[in-house]
Protein backbone atom coordinates (compact mmCIF):
# COMPACT_ATOMS: atom_id res chain seq x y z
CA UNK A 1 0.00 0.00 0.00
CA UNK A 2 1.51 3.56 -1.03
CA UNK A 3 2.05 5.76 2.18
CA UNK A 4 0.66 8.88 0.14
CA UNK A 5 -2.55 7.23 -0.10
CA UNK A 6 -5.20 9.11 1.96
CA UNK A 7 -6.48 7.77 5.50
CA UNK A 8 -10.21 8.44 5.07
CA UNK A 9 -10.31 7.00 8.90
CA UNK A 10 -7.84 10.32 9.55
CA UNK A 11 -9.65 12.60 7.35
CA UNK A 12 -13.00 11.78 9.53
CA UNK A 13 -11.08 12.79 12.98
CA UNK A 14 -9.59 16.00 11.80
CA UNK A 15 -13.09 16.82 11.00
CA UNK A 16 -12.77 17.43 7.25
CA UNK A 17 -14.67 14.54 6.41
CA UNK A 18 -14.41 11.90 3.81
CA UNK A 19 -11.92 13.04 0.72
CA UNK A 20 -13.86 12.81 -2.25
CA UNK A 21 -11.34 11.02 -4.55
CA UNK A 22 -8.27 9.17 -3.14
CA UNK A 23 -5.02 9.85 -3.93
CA UNK A 24 -2.75 7.20 -5.66
CA UNK A 25 0.81 7.09 -5.57
CA UNK A 26 2.67 7.65 -9.19
CA UNK A 27 5.58 5.49 -8.30
CA UNK A 28 2.91 2.46 -7.98
CA UNK A 29 0.95 3.16 -11.02
CA UNK A 30 4.13 3.22 -12.99
CA UNK A 31 5.40 0.34 -11.40
CA UNK A 32 1.66 -1.22 -12.24
CA UNK A 33 1.83 0.00 -16.18
CA UNK A 34 5.38 -1.75 -16.85
CA UNK A 35 4.76 -5.13 -14.98
CA UNK A 36 4.87 -7.95 -18.01
CA UNK A 37 1.12 -8.85 -18.78
CA UNK A 38 1.61 -12.46 -18.13
CA UNK A 39 4.36 -14.34 -16.54
CA UNK A 40 6.23 -16.99 -17.72
CA UNK A 41 4.50 -19.92 -15.87
CA UNK A 42 1.21 -19.12 -17.33
CA UNK A 43 1.86 -19.38 -20.82
CA UNK A 44 0.02 -22.19 -22.49
CA UNK A 45 2.27 -24.85 -22.86
CA UNK A 46 2.19 -25.16 -26.88
CA UNK A 47 4.14 -21.37 -26.63
CA UNK A 48 6.66 -22.52 -24.58
CA UNK A 49 7.38 -26.01 -26.80
CA UNK A 50 7.19 -23.31 -30.07
CA UNK A 51 9.60 -20.58 -28.08
CA UNK A 52 12.20 -23.79 -27.07
CA UNK A 53 12.91 -23.92 -30.80
CA UNK A 54 11.36 -27.49 -31.46
CA UNK A 55 9.25 -26.95 -34.85
CA UNK A 56 5.28 -27.59 -35.17
CA UNK A 57 5.21 -30.71 -37.13
CA UNK A 58 9.12 -31.93 -36.74
CA UNK A 59 9.66 -35.76 -36.48
CA UNK A 60 11.52 -36.51 -33.33
CA UNK A 61 15.02 -37.14 -34.51
CA UNK A 62 15.85 -41.09 -34.48
CA UNK A 63 12.27 -41.96 -34.71
CA UNK A 64 10.88 -44.78 -36.02
CA UNK A 65 10.09 -45.29 -40.30
CA UNK A 66 6.55 -45.40 -41.70
CA UNK A 67 5.87 -48.23 -43.99
CA UNK A 68 5.23 -46.12 -46.92
CA UNK A 69 9.15 -44.74 -46.14
CA UNK A 70 11.18 -45.30 -49.98
CA UNK A 71 14.38 -46.24 -47.39
CA UNK A 72 11.98 -48.58 -45.51
CA UNK A 73 10.74 -50.38 -49.40
CA UNK A 74 14.25 -50.15 -50.67
CA UNK A 75 16.09 -52.12 -47.46
CA UNK A 76 12.53 -54.66 -47.43
CA UNK A 77 13.29 -55.35 -51.66
CA UNK A 78 17.22 -55.43 -51.47
CA UNK A 79 16.56 -57.96 -48.24
CA UNK A 80 14.38 -60.22 -50.05
CA UNK A 81 16.36 -60.16 -53.35
CA UNK A 82 14.01 -58.62 -55.52
CA UNK A 83 16.35 -57.19 -58.07
CA UNK A 84 13.65 -55.59 -60.21
CA UNK A 85 11.83 -53.86 -57.26
CA UNK A 86 14.85 -52.20 -56.42
CA UNK A 87 15.63 -50.97 -60.34
CA UNK A 88 12.33 -49.74 -60.23
CA UNK A 89 12.67 -47.69 -57.18
CA UNK A 90 15.49 -46.44 -57.57
CA UNK A 91 14.93 -45.30 -61.40
CA UNK A 92 12.03 -43.23 -59.32
CA UNK A 93 14.04 -42.57 -56.33
CA UNK A 94 18.13 -42.26 -57.59
CA UNK A 95 18.83 -40.27 -54.62
CA UNK A 96 18.38 -43.74 -52.59
CA UNK A 97 20.82 -45.38 -54.36
CA UNK A 98 23.60 -44.43 -51.39
CA UNK A 99 21.10 -43.01 -49.09
CA UNK A 100 21.22 -44.76 -45.69
CA UNK A 101 18.43 -46.27 -45.00
CA UNK A 102 18.78 -46.22 -41.23
CA UNK A 103 19.37 -42.69 -39.49
CA UNK A 104 20.89 -44.68 -36.51
CA UNK A 105 22.71 -47.77 -38.44
CA UNK A 106 23.86 -45.92 -41.01
CA UNK A 107 23.43 -49.31 -43.80
CA UNK A 108 23.35 -48.44 -47.26
CA UNK A 109 21.47 -50.95 -49.43
CA UNK A 110 25.34 -51.84 -50.93
CA UNK A 111 26.22 -53.12 -47.30
CA UNK A 112 22.61 -55.70 -47.12
CA UNK A 113 23.37 -57.26 -50.39
CA UNK A 114 27.01 -57.96 -49.69
CA UNK A 115 26.27 -59.42 -46.24
CA UNK A 116 23.98 -61.50 -48.24
CA UNK A 117 26.12 -62.45 -50.52
CA UNK A 118 23.47 -61.31 -53.49
CA UNK A 119 26.01 -61.16 -56.48
CA UNK A 120 22.88 -59.63 -59.03
CA UNK A 121 21.82 -56.99 -56.39
CA UNK A 122 24.95 -55.54 -56.19
CA UNK A 123 25.30 -55.89 -60.01
CA UNK A 124 22.18 -53.67 -59.94
CA UNK A 125 23.45 -51.02 -57.35
CA UNK A 126 27.00 -50.51 -59.21
CA UNK A 127 25.14 -50.16 -62.20
CA UNK A 128 23.67 -47.12 -60.72
CA UNK A 129 26.68 -45.93 -59.08
CA UNK A 130 26.65 -46.98 -55.50
CA UNK A 131 29.59 -46.02 -53.82
CA UNK A 132 31.61 -49.35 -52.77
CA UNK A 133 33.36 -47.30 -49.74
CA UNK A 134 30.69 -45.84 -47.90
CA UNK A 135 31.28 -46.76 -44.14
CA UNK A 136 27.85 -47.13 -41.68
CA UNK A 137 28.10 -46.06 -38.27
CA UNK A 138 30.59 -48.19 -37.35
CA UNK A 139 32.72 -47.54 -39.67
CA UNK A 140 32.41 -51.02 -41.69
CA UNK A 141 32.10 -51.04 -45.83
CA UNK A 142 30.43 -53.52 -47.72
CA UNK A 143 33.47 -55.28 -48.24
CA UNK A 144 34.21 -55.70 -44.27
CA UNK A 145 30.42 -57.19 -44.66
CA UNK A 146 31.22 -59.59 -47.08
CA UNK A 147 34.92 -60.67 -45.90
CA UNK A 148 33.04 -61.34 -42.70
CA UNK A 149 30.71 -63.62 -43.92
CA UNK A 150 32.80 -65.56 -46.16
CA UNK A 151 31.42 -64.25 -49.45
CA UNK A 152 34.71 -64.69 -51.87
CA UNK A 153 33.11 -64.38 -55.34
CA UNK A 154 31.40 -61.04 -53.53
CA UNK A 155 34.60 -59.52 -52.34
CA UNK A 156 36.46 -60.42 -55.61
CA UNK A 157 33.73 -58.44 -57.41
CA UNK A 158 33.36 -55.32 -55.36
CA UNK A 159 37.60 -55.10 -54.87
CA UNK A 160 37.68 -55.52 -58.60
CA UNK A 161 35.18 -52.53 -58.91
CA UNK A 162 37.07 -50.18 -56.99
CA UNK A 163 36.15 -51.59 -53.38
CA UNK A 164 39.43 -50.45 -51.00
CA UNK A 165 40.89 -53.09 -49.10
CA UNK A 166 42.80 -50.58 -46.69
CA UNK A 167 40.11 -49.25 -44.72
CA UNK A 168 39.66 -49.46 -41.58
CA UNK A 169 36.44 -49.58 -38.80
CA UNK A 170 36.49 -47.53 -36.29
CA UNK A 171 38.38 -50.33 -33.82
CA UNK A 172 41.44 -49.84 -36.78
CA UNK A 173 39.95 -53.51 -38.07
CA UNK A 174 40.48 -53.76 -42.57
CA UNK A 175 38.46 -56.56 -44.35
CA UNK A 176 41.10 -58.63 -43.57
CA UNK A 177 41.13 -58.82 -40.18
CA UNK A 178 37.04 -58.98 -40.46
CA UNK A 179 37.95 -62.48 -42.20
CA UNK A 180 40.65 -63.71 -39.96
CA UNK A 181 38.17 -63.35 -36.80
CA UNK A 182 35.36 -64.96 -38.80
CA UNK A 183 37.94 -68.14 -40.04
CA UNK A 184 36.82 -66.65 -44.00
CA UNK A 185 40.12 -68.84 -44.90
CA UNK A 186 38.86 -68.31 -48.99
CA UNK A 187 38.67 -64.50 -48.71
CA UNK A 188 41.86 -64.14 -46.13
CA UNK A 189 44.14 -65.61 -48.96
CA UNK A 190 42.28 -63.90 -51.49
CA UNK A 191 42.61 -60.27 -49.52
CA UNK A 192 46.37 -60.87 -49.52
CA UNK A 193 47.06 -60.99 -52.45
CA UNK A 194 45.14 -57.84 -53.27
CA UNK A 195 46.98 -56.25 -50.33
CA UNK A 196 50.49 -57.13 -52.28
CA UNK A 197 49.26 -54.63 -54.87
CA UNK A 198 48.94 -51.58 -52.46
CA UNK A 199 51.27 -49.39 -51.03
CA UNK A 200 50.94 -49.33 -46.80
Excluded at 164 to 188: F, G, H, P, S
Aim: net charge positive; proline share 3%; glycine share 8%.
Amino acid sequence: MCLRTCDRSRHRRAGHGAPRQPHTCRRAAWSASTTPRRAWGSLPLSRLRMGSGASKGAAPKGGKRKKNDPRAQLERLVQGGNVRGVADLLSKKTELTNSALDDKSGTRAIHIACKNGDKDMIRELMKRNCFLNQKDSRGCTALMLAAAAGHDKIVKLIVDSGADVRMKDRNDDTALEYAEKNNRTKVKELLNLYACEYTW
